[in-house]
């Protein structure tokens, strides 16, 4: 039903800032809870961060304090601010709605280098 849509991602240097977005379609975006996930080469996809129907935010220890996230209801799309990205960041973004969820889309790269 939703279908979601990652974009933003890129090569940075470390120290530097990124902006990603995620575009979903349908109807019922405002009442979902979003979140950003990752996953880096080898390893498990890992939680980042998220933002529920009601604007409260939680992000994983590995990124609070460095990465923001909201969202826009009248433009279904919810966003990632990175800032004071490290080499270890680097990762496959992924966004994914709750408690309704929705096929995984392509992900958006995000490549920091040192």
């Known amino acids: 039903q939703v279908r979601l849509v990652e974009s933003g991602g890129g090569l940075v240097q470390a120290g530097g800032s990124l902006r990603l977005s995620c575009k979903a379609s349908g109807s019922i975006f405002s009442i979902n809870h979003m979140d950003w996930y990752r996953q880096a080469p080898g390893k498990q996809r890992e939680w980042v961060a998220t933002?529920?129907?009601?604007?409260?935010?939680n992000y994983a220890d590995s990124v609070k304090g460095r990465f923001i996230i909201s969202r826009d209801n009248a433009k279904s799309t919810v966003y990632l601010q990175m800032s004071s990205l490290k080499p270890e960041d680097t990762a496959v973004y992924y966004c994914q709605s709750r408690p309704v969820g929705t096929t995984w889309g392509q992900g958006t790269q995000v490549t920091v280098s040192s």
């Open positions: 933002i529920t129907s009601g604007g409260t935010t």
